[in-house]
């Protein structure tokens, strides 16, 4: 077996393979060098996140609001902030308070659809009379509606975070008075 050594220098058939090493150590070297520079942020980042995810608001705020979206960021925040220097017993009555209020909106709303139910508003003479108000058109009642419909989104909102408090608390609210549950 004779090597010979000009015929191995000019040989190329192994050159791709030597081009694909060379080129794959840059790439991780590459890769390495990015990793250094973004790791500070990223740990900066991610500690960040972790102190709020840790911190007991935010999953508070997270999960307890309703699919309404009634109450606005502050008015959230501020009920899950009272939330946390309420005794149960504060929460419980806090809590009937809010089902009293859930269940007049309700009903409330539920008055005024009733009384335009059926209003023929192509009648120039149409009026619907609710709560001592009389509407005279379709547009000051619809708005009237509209208006009426947020308030009861905004007590169902409330009542739901109430209720669910007492539940991450495992806290079993007692039923609330029978004037409260009927409404009446």
Request: glycine share 10%; no cysteine; proline share 1%.
């Amino acid at each position: 077996m004779n090597f010979n050594t000009e015929q191995f220098i000019s040989e190329e058939s192994g050159a791709v393979t030597v081009d694909w090493v060379v080129l794959t150590a840059a790439l991780v070297g590459l890769g390495l060098a990015v990793m250094g520079v973004v790791s500070t942020g990223v740990q900066d980042v991610s500690g960040d996140i972790q102190g709020q995810l840790e911190s007991d608001a935010i999953m508070r705020v997270a999960f307890t609001t309703d699919v309404t979206d009634a109450l606005t960021s502050s008015e959230v925040s501020g009920l899950t902030a009272a939330f946390a220097n309420m005794s149960n017993e504060q929460l419980q009555s806090a809590w009937e308070g809010a089902a009293q209020e859930y269940v007049e909106a309700a009903t409330a709303l539920d008055g005024i659809v009733t009384a335009g139910s059926s209003a023929d508003w192509n009648d120039p003479a149409t009026t619907v009379s609710y709560a001592g108000v009389d509407y005279a058109s379709e547009s000051e009642y619809n708005s009237a509606v509209s208006s009426y419909q947020t308030i009861s989104d905004q007590a169902t909102q409330r009542y739901g975070m109430h209720q669910n408090e007492g539940t991450e608390r495992g806290y079993e609210f007692q039923a609330p008075t029978q004037q409260v549950a009927t409404g009446g």
